[in-house]
């Protein structure tokens, strides 16, 4: 990936930041010229990821820090969103659709199942005691690629 623009940002683990974090990640990806659909996909996992650091890594302590990367390439967008917090004990089990931590919060398990659909690549790597990291990317079509369909 030819780095071509990128940001890092930390924001405070509150859920009035998710809607900033999801605002300022979408608005960067503009230049990309991105449709109304690609943009959607974008907020939705920034949205995902970074609910699930408030909520399961940090347990809604707003004290606790999360890192939000994002870059562009010629055609994608990779978003890297990070937690320092509790950890995941199975990422297998933790992907899996209906999965959750918090079943008494009515959480509905399916974040990671909507990163992993909504984005052309989807990593999750993380370590109990020490964190979590989802690293996306979207490809952005092209009207180019359109123009023969």
Do not use: C, W
């Not at 010629?74 to 079943?103: C, H, L, Q, R, W």
């Amino acid at each position: 990936m030819e780095n071509i623009n990128s940001f890092d940002m930390k924001i405070k683990a509150r859920s009035e930041n998710e809607a900033f974090a999801r605002q300022v990640v979408s608005s960067f990806a503009i230049g990309m010229n991105p449709t109304i659909d690609e943009l959607e996909d974008i907020k939705t996992v920034v949205s995902e990821a970074v609910t699930n650091s408030i909520v399961h890594a940090y347990n809604n302590d707003s004290d606790k820090i999360i890192d939000i990367k994002a870059s562009l390439d010629n055609d994608s967008m990779e978003i890297i969103i990070e937690d320092y917090g509790v950890g995941i004990d199975d990422v297998d089990k933790a992907v899996e659709p209906f999965f959750t931590t918090k079943p008494e919060d009515e959480r509905s398990g399916m974040g990671f199942t909507l990163m992993k659909s909504f984005m052309d690549e989807f990593e999750l790597v993380s370590k109990l005691g020490e964190g979590t990291k989802v690293r996306m990317v979207k490809r952005f079509v092209r009207e180019e690629e359109n123009a023969g369909a």
